[in-house]
C-alpha cells in the first residue's frame, strides 16, 4: 500500500487529468462554434438541451455498471483505462470541424461530438468520483486530500480555461485540442494505474439497477445536495462561457487579455483552497458550504458593475474567492451521501451515486440553455456575425444577473440539508491492488 501521502497524490492528480479536456470543451464551444464558425445562439442552445436530457439517462447507466464491474483490475480502472483515449478523441474531433462544413450541418456535427465527448467525461468522472469515499475513509483524510486535488483542477484550468486564449491565438484551436487531450488523457491513465482500488469482498452483493433508483429517489438529501450543485455548476458554467464575451462586447478590450481575467479567479482560487479546507477541519462542513455558496453569491454583485479591466479583476478575485470554497466542500458533501447509503443499505454503490450526483451537475446545461436563449430574446444578440445592438449587455448579463440569481436558489437548497456528527463511518474494507 502506497504512503499516505503517495496515495493522495496519486488520487489528486486524475483531477489535473480529468479537468483538461472538459473545460476546454465546456469553456470555449460557444465562443468557437458561434463567434467564430457562425452558429447561432438558438442553435447552440439545442445542443446543450439535447445533452443535457441524454445525459439525464447515460450518467446512471454509467454508475450502474461500473457497480457491478467485477475484473482482477477492479471496478473502476478498466473505464478509465478504455474510456480516457476516446475522451482525448472527441476533444479534438469537436474542435476540428471540416472546413466544408455549414448551417445544419455544422449544427448536426458539432451536437455529435459535443455530446460524444461530454458522454465519456461522465464515464471518467462516474468511475474518478466512486474512488473518492473508498479510499478515504475519514472527514480530515478527505479535506486534505479534496483540497489537494482542487488545486490541481485549479492548475488544469489556468492551463486550459486562462492560457486558452493566447494558446490558440498561436496555434489553433485543433492543435490546442491535441496537446490538451494527449496531456489530460496521459494523467488520468497514470492516476487509474497508481491508485489503488478497495478490494470487493466475495460475500458483497451486487446491486441492482431497480432498487438503486428507488433508494436514490427516496433519498432526500441527495435530491437537496444534487439540485444546490446544479444551480452552483450552472453559474460557473456561464461563468466561463461568458467571459470572453464580456471581454469583447462589455470592456471593449482584445480577447486575449480575458487571460487576466481568468487567472485572477483561478489564481485566488487555489490560494484560497487552503483556508477554506482548514475553516471544514475547524468547523463543521455545512455551515462551511453554506458559507462558501453565499460568498460566489455575492462576488456578482461588484462585477456586474465593473466596466473597465481594473474593475473586472476585482470582481474575478471575489469570484475566485467563493469559488474555491464550493469545490472544497461540495464533493464532501457528495461522500456523506455515500457514506449514509452504505450505512443503511449495507451495500457499496458508490459509483451510481457518484454519477448520479454527476448528472444533477450536468442539469446545468439546461439552465446554460436556458441563459442563452434569454440573451437571443432579450438583446437580439443571434451570433458573432450578428451580435445585435446590444452585445455589452447581454454578455454582462450572462456574466453577473443569471448567475447570481443562480447562487441564490443554491444557497437557499444548501440549508433544507445536515449531517448527524455521531455518525461513524462504515468499516473500511481491506484495500489491496485490483489484480494483487
Do not use: C
Request: hydrophobic content about 55%; cysteine-free; charged content about 15%.
Amino acid at each position: 500500500m502506497p504512503e499516505p501521502r503517495l496515495k493522495s497524490f496519486n488520487y489528486a492528480v486524475g483531477m489535473f487529468g480529468t479537468s483538461i479536456p472538459i473545460n476546454m470543451l465546456k469553456t470555449y464551444a460557444a465562443f468557437f462554434y458561434v463567434d467564430g464558425l457562425g452558429l447561432t445562439t438558438l442553435q447552440f442552445s439545442l445542443i446543450l438541451t439535447v445533452y443535457a436530457f441524454i445525459d439525464a439517462i447515460d450518467n446512471p447507466v454509467y454508475g450502474f455498471l461500473s457497480d457491478r464491474t467485477r475484473t482482477r483490475w477492479g471496478r473502476r480502472r478498466p473505464w478509465l483505462v478504455i474510456g480516457t483515449p476516446l475522451l482525448a478523441l472527441g476533444l479534438i474531433a469537436f474542435f476540428s470541424p471540416p472546413a466544408f462544413l455549414a448551417g445544419e450541418s455544422l449544427l448536426g456535427y458539432a451536437m455529435l461530438f459535443y455530446i460524444l465527448t461530454g458522454t465519456l467525461d461522465s464515464v471518467i468522472n462516474a468511475n474518478y468520483g466512486a474512488l473518492f469515499p473508498e479510499l478515504f475513509r475519514t472527514d480530515e483524510a478527505r479535506a486534505k486530500t479534496n483540497a489537494l486535488r482542487q488545486a490541481f483542477q485549479l492548475v488544469a484550468m489556468i492551463i486550459s480555461i486562462a492560457l486558452t486564449p493566447m494558446i490558440t491565438d498561436a496555434i489553433g484551436f485543433t492543435t490546442t485540442a491535441v496537446i490538451y487531450g494527449l496531456l489530460g488523457g496521459s494523467v488520468i491513465l497514470y492516476m487509474a494505474l497508481t491508485s489503488r482500488e478497495v478490494r470487493v469482498e466475495e460475500h458483497e452483493q451486487k446491486p441492482g439497477l431497480i432498487e438503486s433508483v428507488l433508494a436514490l429517489m427516496k433519498n432526500r438529501k441527495f435530491w437537496i445536495a444534487g439540485f444546490a450543485n446544479a444551480f452552483y455548476a450552472a453559474a460557473m458554467a456561464l461563468v466561463m462561457a461568458s467571459l470572453p464575451f464580456f471581454t469583447k462586447y462589455t470592456l471593449g478590450i482584445p480577447n486575449s487579455q480575458s487571460t487576466i481575467l481568468f487567472a485572477s479567479v483561478l489564481l485566488v482560487a487555489i490560494a484560497s483552497v487552503a483556508a477554506w479546507a482548514w475553516l471544514v477541519r475547524r468547523f463543521t462542513l455545512v455551515p462551511v458550504w453554506r458559507a462558501a455558496l453565499i460568498s460566489l453569491a455575492a462576488a456578482f454583485v461588484p462585477l456586474y458593475f465593473a466596466s473597465s479591466l481594473a474593475t473586472a479583476v476585482v470582481g474575478s478575485v471575489l469570484v475566485g474567492f467563493g469559488f474555491a470554497g464550493v469545490i472544497t466542500t461540495m464533493d464532501l458533501i457528495g461522500a456523506k451521501i455515500m457514506d449514509e447509503d452504505t450505512r443503511r443499505y449495507g451495500m457499496r454503490r458508490e459509483g451510481i451515486i457518484s454519477s448520479a450526483l454527476g448528472f444533477m451537475n450536468r442539469l446545468n446545461g439546461l439552465f446554460t440553455s436556458f441563459a442563452f436563449t434569454l440573451v437571443f430574446l432579450l438583446f437580439g444578440f443571434e451570433s458573432g456575425d450578428n451580435p445585435g445592438t446590444r452585445p455589452d449587455e447581454a454578455a454582462r448579463f450572462l456574466l453577473t444577473v443569471f448567475p447570481l440569481a443562480l447562487m441564490v436558489i443554491s444557497f437557499a437548497f444548501s440549508f433544507f440539508i445536515n449531517f448527524d456528527r455521531k455518525d461513524a463511518l462504515p468499516a473500511a474494507p481491506r484495500v489491496q491492488a485490483a489484480g494483487d
